[in-house]
């Protein structure tokens, strides 16, 4: 892997997103010398922050909610307020439009959902009271999964009890009324997987206990702040990050003991070629990516007109009915559309003023597609939202579509559209991307794979990075 001369460094991290600044700092804090490059101009990946409509507006071009960045044990040990990084929250963190008539509201006290959620409330808190207030040592064992003994074995064990079913029959079997059904069906989509898969209802536990415990908060000025805050530790720390430097080749990278990629399987195989034995290159080769996404930013001149005022407070809005949303994430995984898909929103102005000019709001919303989609999905997402907040498009000043051909040109992590780092179906979550105590690192001595398609997935929480960089750690000894 060594070649030309080049900066003398231990670690050279291939990526910037938040596992790969993760896994910088990391080793940076260990006393090593540490070198991040990144192929786009600024660093960041899926934390990346720009004026994409509007001067003025500030869109996320990835994520934008930080509820598993408040309850990593990486993000939470970082502590990156030191850093300049300021978590605000929205008054209420979800709400569910099912139709321009009926909502769900998930405020960050249980008792107060359950109180919207009529009969189902007693069964809400059944199963969400207790991760709500273990949530510590819960996240930490599911975002540290090969860690033996589980850091929490009571609440991991518990949660597995009713974690591991469908979250279709959960939901049936559960809640007797829509809005439940409809609210915690929309957690669980954030599984990015058919809801009549095994693990999906643990997805939608985790969320809905961490929105209680914890909150869904959004960086002040913009994800981007999550990145620059981690890069300025690094760099305190005496590290160094090169932005506008792709690296096509291991060959191209300097000596190194350790070297790290924040990448998924096609850029690994592309970069590693002949350096990775034929059998790990041939796993590599079988990696299956998810359901892709097509994600619209608005510009807006006021806030969004929900028929449902109650929803104006909430930070993340999910719109559809369960159905919607079960035949969606079923459809998609399968290569099909549908006319009238569940929609994920974000208005991130209610928390934070500061992304755009005053008295003006952001918006930004998806829905799942096929991988590779060409399909263009603005007027469906545009219908569902005008179904629910009458007088949606007047309010508009500049859109910014995204397919997922787009989405993947600014950051070849994201195949197809694909936002999870792959399939997080059972079989990939198991072995992700390897069957193993230690899956972040490859049979080349010193290679390390650091992004989400490592255990334990998707989402800003930092932990592939981390767990990456502990084991690099120790095998250096």
């Known amino acids: 892997m060594a070649s030309a001369p080049a900066p003398d460094v231990d670690a050279v991290v291939v990526g910037s997103g938040p596992n790969g600044l993760v896994a910088a700092v990391t080793l940076a804090e260990a006393g090593l010398r540490v070198l991040v490059l990144e192929a786009a101009e600024r660093p960041g990946g899926g934390l990346r922050s720009e004026e994409l409509t509007l001067p003025g507006f500030v869109h ?143 997805i939608g536990l985790m969320l809905g206990g961490l929105a209680h415990g914890v909150g869904w908060p959004v960086a002040r000025g913009g994800s981007q702040s999550v990145a620059d805050a981690l890069v300025a530790r690094l760099q305190s720390l005496g590290g160094e990050l090169r932005t506008g430097h792709r690296v096509t080749s291991l060959a191209e990278l300097p000596g190194a003991r350790i070297i790290m990629l924040d990448l998924t399987p096609r850029q690994v195989r592309a970069i590693a070629g002949d350096a990775l034995p034929a059998r790990y290159a041939r796993r590599l080769d079988r990696w299956r990516y998810g359901a892709g996404v097509f994600k619209v930013d608005w510009a807006l001149d006021g806030p969004v007109p929900w028929a449902d005022p109650a929803l104006a407070r909430a930070g993340t809005v999910h719109i559809g009915t369960a159905e919607q949303v079960a035949r969606t994430e079923r459809e998609a995984a399968h290569g099909r559309h549908v006319d009238d898909p569940w929609v994920l929103a974000v208005q991130a102005t209610v928390a934070d003023p500061t992304r755009a000019p005053a008295g003006k709001h952001t918006l930004w919303a998806y829905c799942r597609v096929p991988n590779s989609s060409t399909v263009d999905a603005l007027p469906a997402i545009e219908a569902q939202l005008e179904r629910v907040a009458p007088g949606f498009r007047e309010r508009v000043l500049g859109r910014y579509a995204s397919s997922p051909a787009t989405l993947e040109a600014w950051n070849a992590n994201l195949v197809g559209g694909d936002i999870g780092g792959g399939a997080t179906d059972l079989r990939q979550l198991a072995a992700r991307p390897s069957l193993s105590l230690s899956p972040w690192a490859t049979p080349v001595p010193g290679l390390f794979l650091c992004s989400s398609s490592t255990l334990p997935g998707g989402g800003v929480h930092g932990m592939g990075g981390y767990n990456a960089a502990r084991a690099a750690l120790a095998r250096m000894g």
């Open 60 to 202: 996320d071009l990835g994520a934008t909610v930080h509820a598993l960045g408040l309850a990593s044990p990486a993000m939470r040990a970082l502590d990156l307020q030191r850093d300049g990084l300021e978590l605000v929250h929205p008054p209420t963190p979800l709400g569910h439009a099912i139709d321009a008539t009926r909502s769900a509201i998930l405020h960050r006290a249980i008792d107060d959902t359950a109180i919207g959620l009529g009969r189902d409330g007693r069964a809400w808190r059944r199963m969400l009271a207790h991760l709500s207030t273990k949530w510590p040592g819960l996240a930490a064992s599911v975002l540290d999964p090969t860690h033996l003994p589980p850091h929490a074995p009571r609440e991991l064990f518990a949660f597995g009890v009713r974690g591991l079913w469908p979250a279709t029959l959960a939901g049936r079997t559960a809640f007797r009324d829509e809005p439940a059904r409809a609210l915690f069906a929309g957690l669980a989509a954030h599984a990015a997987v058919p809801l009549g898969q095994p693990l999906t209802t643990g």
